[in-house]
């Protein structure tokens, strides 16, 4: 005995002979000893394990105290006693405090060798109570981990039942709160390894005792529910849910959907907490859980949590995507998300400036975890851009990043579109979440979508970039508040001077929406907007409440003093054409003369092609530019002769218009093709073929390699067209029907010329609606032929000359003049359908309506590549330009003009003064609101701003 204690001596002295020490004291163990010495090992080897001062000397002592347990088990029995395991849990050893890990780990060492004790039974029951009551305490992370891995290995230590359900749930307590506060890598791995074994504890308890896992799951709620402190409970408890059974997910979380005790914020923090388990390493069926409960709260309809959790939390999302760990779950969460998300693109677009870092990332990264989420991610964005179509300014940088990703077909999108969203009824879920934001830096206000109402908001902002009319609509002194007109000068009055950043259109939309629409359905924006105008048109007419000089007070201007017994749109909006019908059979000539606010502008069929003729007419214009064509007589002879006429088939008239590509820059060589050539000097609209998605979709674009343009659709509207087979007209001088050739004239321009493109069809073979993507260049500025007589000239040129009549000679009854007209707004259609997709215009501020300078400087203003364009998309106004509105197909392919506004260019000479003049000031004079409107004005404003503060 005395020479394994001179061991022990030399051992403590680090001897570089120590490890044969070590050898001869375990060979000594197999030695008989007698009790006393036997216990004088067992007191020696536990003061090294736990009193030791360097790891070297625990270690020796749990050899030597291995080797003389394992062959003295009687004796180490008798020193291993449950008194003296309570003895250390209780009081701990020496300076060691009772929490020590090396004490648990001490006690799981000894538990070995005591196993066939007839006491080890009594020893297990004492174990139960002290570790349940340790993990009460709530130990870190360290302890806890010895705790379960002691439990791991004897599970009779684990209490049993009522109290195996507490000590369950209090070690959820304690994963909630574990925390690494280290950088180092090490120390990291070991943080995670402990985590591992305490949450692996649940799986061996729950494998035999099913009935702890709902109250533990309770548990699980109540901690990260709970709204108690700043801190949120560890992300290590996903650790937790990776060992329920997935059988019983979704009745735990419909349980507690239905609860009623449960508050919605206790909810909502609960699920905030829970996405944040997707930043915990390979935490598994974490995904599974999260989505599992937001289909949960979808069920019972709390949509207000899930919009708000969703904004608070899906970029955290995306950025986990940058991790390999942790991308698999991320990228699960992320696309639910996104498309259960369908009622507003507030979600998505907190997402589209991060893509392209992300996909340039994944790039680099080079491995097969990227590459699938690159495919998985170009497939997801591509269906909420399809979703949420009309912002082509911003997600350009993201199409360019996906370029190298084949787009779903509509089959796809529409099949993932359909399998997550929360509802269709999107007007239901829009007040749920009303959100400050600052306004728009262009200083414009957006227009809130009230539920598919973009229809309605693309028209209000393309009238209110309408200066001229915007200003008429200003001016109006009208007795009766609760009329259109009055309820649109409101609007306007709201739109150019509130601080808020979107106005609400709710009475406007209910005062004016046309009868046969339905609440919340998708509308034809041209539709509305010619009901709306002709409403407004009738109004006035039909007003017997205002006197005449009232009616009209607004229109003591000098571009309409020669006529005030027109209505205010008739004055801006309203033209003349007339339609002839040539009789081939008695060459009897029937013409009618009919007034328009919209021109409707019909696609060529394929074949068609425009061709020059040796037509001649005489053009005059404002800038006295007169292109010569030759006029052709519509018949051979006279028509009282009864004498038969041979015609030939008519090809397609090139009319007098013209086509200018720079803002305010005229061509002066020449009348224009209509061909699209290197020298048209006008930007396309669309300039990009339509994609296979869309050709199978969609009538087929015309043979022409070019694209089409606004001049090919005019050209097309007014030649001339064939009545023949069924489409014969009758003929009421040879009282039958017979072939009959049609020819539509202008013969009174608008102020504001309105272009409706017709892209909507009824394909009677599918029955199904169709829309024509085919490309549309859209000129800045371009001509529009008038047909005039002298007399009807002398008008025109009267209304458009701003300081005193040019000198001019009478022409013959055949002229034309050319109006010259400014693009100011352009309403797009995203989608291929007009009872779905989304609407949004772009619209500029016309140079001449908007600005105080010189004659000099009016009468030599080019204009207009500088010009400042806006985006309107419902709440969001952004700066744009003419380029991105050139290029918008380029990127989106469904995106496509639809309604154009163009404004007409008023004419100006010099005058003797050479004084300065406003445009805005010479029309109208200063624009002065009712004080009833301003008043109304201030107070919201006023509550806009008490808003903000809160």
Avoid at 104 to 118: A, D, V, W
Avoid at 274 to 289: C, G, R
Avoid at 309 to 317: A, F, M, P, R, W
């Amino acid at each position: 005995m005395d020479k394994i204690l001179e061991n022990m001596d030399k051992m403590l002295s680090h001897h570089p002979t120590s490890m044969k020490h070590v050898k001869r004291i375990k060979e000594a163990a197999k030695e008989p000893l007698d009790h006393k010495q036997c216990m004088a090992m067992f007191e020696l080897s536990t003061k090294f394990i736990l009193s030791g001062d360097t790891q070297f000397q625990k270690d020796v002592g749990k050899e030597v105290l291995e080797a003389f347990a394992q062959n003295h088990t009687a004796d180490f029995e008798i020193f291993f006693n449950v008194k003296f395991i309570l003895k250390l849990l209780q009081d701990g050893y020496g300076t060691l405090s009772k929490r020590s890990s090396d004490i648990l780990e001490y006690i799981h060492l000894g538990l070995k060798y005591i196993q066939g004790n007839t006491s080890v039974d009594e020893a297990f029951h004492a174990l139960q109570i002290e570790l349940l009551r340790i993990v009460c305490e709530k130990p870190g992370s360290k302890l806890c981990a010895c705790v379960c891995k002691l439990l791991a290995e004897y599970p009779q230590c684990i209490p049993n039942g009522k109290f195996q359900v507490v000590f369950c749930q209090q070690l959820v307590r304690c994963i909630g709160q574990f925390q690494c506060t280290s950088q180092d890598e090490d120390e990291i791995v070991k943080f995670l390894d402990q985590v591992n074994k305490v949450s692996g504890l649940f799986q061996q308890i729950w494998w035999t005792q099913t009935t702890a896992i709902i109250p533990t799951l309770r548990e699980l709620f109540t901690v990260i529910s709970s709204t108690v402190g700043s801190d949120g409970p560890s992300n290590a408890l996903a650790t937790v849910v990776h060992y329920v059974p997935l059988e019983i997910m979704d009745e735990v979380i419909q349980n507690l959907a239905n609860d009623d005790c449960i508050t919605d914020v206790e909810m909502k923090t609960a699920l905030t907490n829970t996405i944040d388990w997707l930043s915990w390493p390979l935490a598994k069926n974490a995904d599974k859980w999260i989505i599992g409960l937001l289909k949960g709260l979808a069920a019972v309809k709390e949509f207000s949590i899930l919009i708000q959790v969703t904004l608070s939390k899906i970029e955290q999302v995306f950025s986990r995507l940058f991790y390999p760990i942790l991308r698999q779950g991320a990228l699960s969460v992320l696309k639910y998300m996104l498309l259960s998300f369908q009622h507003s693109p507030d979600a998505f677009h907190l997402l589209v400036p991060q893509i392209p870092k992300l996909m340039a990332s994944l790039s680099k990264e080079r491995s097969n975890s990227g590459i699938s989420c690159q495919q998985q991610l170009s497939e997801l964005v591509h269906c909420m851009i399809f979703r949420f179509s009309g912002f082509p300014d911003r997600y350009e940088p993201v199409i360019e990043a996906l370029k190298d990703f084949p787009i779903p077909n509509e089959e796809k999108i529409m099949q993932l579109l359909n399998q997550s969203a929360w509802t269709w009824q999107e007007n239901k879920l829009e007040p749920l979440h009303p959100k400050l934001v600052a306004k728009s830096k262009t200083g414009k206000t957006g227009v809130t979508n009230l539920g598919n109402t973009c229809y309605m908001n693309s028209v209000i902002q393309a009238l209110f970039m309408a200066s001229d009319f915007r200003h008429a609509v200003m001016l109006l002194k009208d007795g009766d508040s609760q009329s259109l007109m009055m309820k649109l000068q409101w609007l306007f009055a709201f739109l150019e001077h509130s601080q808020r950043p979107a106005i609400s259109p709710s009475s406007f939309l209910k005062a004016s929406s046309p009868p046969w629409f339905n609440e919340g359905a998708q509308q034809d924006c041209s539709e509305y907007l010619r009901y709306l105008l002709n409403r407004l048109h009738e109004e006035e007419k039909t007003s017997k409440r205002i006197t005449h000089g009232q009616r009209h007070s607004y229109s003591e201007t000098r571009m309409d003093c020669g006529d005030p017994g027109k209505t205010l749109i008739e004055r801006m909006f309203g033209g003349k054409m007339v339609t002839r019908i040539l009789c081939r059979c008695c060459c009897n000539v029937s013409f009618c003369e009919e007034a328009f606010t919209d021109l409707c502008l019909a696609f060529p069929p394929p074949n068609k092609v425009l061709q020059r003729c040796d037509h001649s007419v005489k053009i005059t214009g404002a800038d006295n530019v007169a292109p010569q064509f030759k006029q052709k007589d519509m018949t051979a002879k006279s028509p009282n002769k009864q004498t038969q006429t041979i015609y030939r088939e008519p090809s397609l008239r090139m009319v007098p218009f013209e086509i200018i590509g720079s803002h305010g820059t005229t061509k002066k060589d020449g009348p224009s093709l209509t061909g699209v050539t290197k020298n048209d000097y006008f930007c396309p609209f669309n300039s990009m073929p339509k994609n296979d998605f869309a050709v199978d979709c969609v009538e087929k674009a015309s043979g022409s390699s070019r694209c089409k343009s606004v001049s090919d659709l005019i050209n097309y509207f007014l030649s001339p067209e064939m009545l023949s087979g069924d489409n014969r007209y009758y003929c009421n001088k040879c009282t039958s029907l017979q072939e009959a050739e049609k020819v539509v004239e202008l013969t009174g321009n608008p102020h504001y010329l309105i272009l409706t493109l017709l892209r909507f069809s009824f394909d009677l073979v599918t029955m199904k609606h169709q829309k024509i993507l085919d490309n549309v260049s859209v000129p800045l500025v371009l001509k529009l032929p008038i047909r005039v007589n002298s007399k009807d000239e002398y008008k025109i040129r009267a209304k458009n000359q701003r300081c005193k009549l040019g000198s001019w000679q009478p022409f013959a009854d055949t002229t034309y003049l050319s109006i010259i007209y400014d693009l100011c707004s352009i309403v797009v259609h995203s989608g291929i359908s007009s009872e779905s997709g989304h609407y949004y215009c772009y619209a500029s501020d016309c140079v001449d309506a908007n600005s105080v300078i010189g004659l000099n400087e009016i009468w030599n203003a080019e204009g207009g590549d500088d010009d400042r364009w806006y985006l309107y998309n419902d709440t969001r106004v952004s700066f744009s330009s003419f380029e991105s509105i050139s290029n918008v197909t380029n990127y989106f392919p469904k995106d496509t003009a639809y309604v154009l506004f163009y404004r007409q260019r008023l004419t100006r000479q010099p005058c003797p003064d050479g004084e300065p003049v406003s445009a805005d000031m010479g029309l109208y004079g200063e624009v002065g609101l009712s004080n009833e409107l301003m008043e109304a004005i201030s107070r919201d404003n006023l509550q806009y701003l008490q808003e903000e503060e809160k």
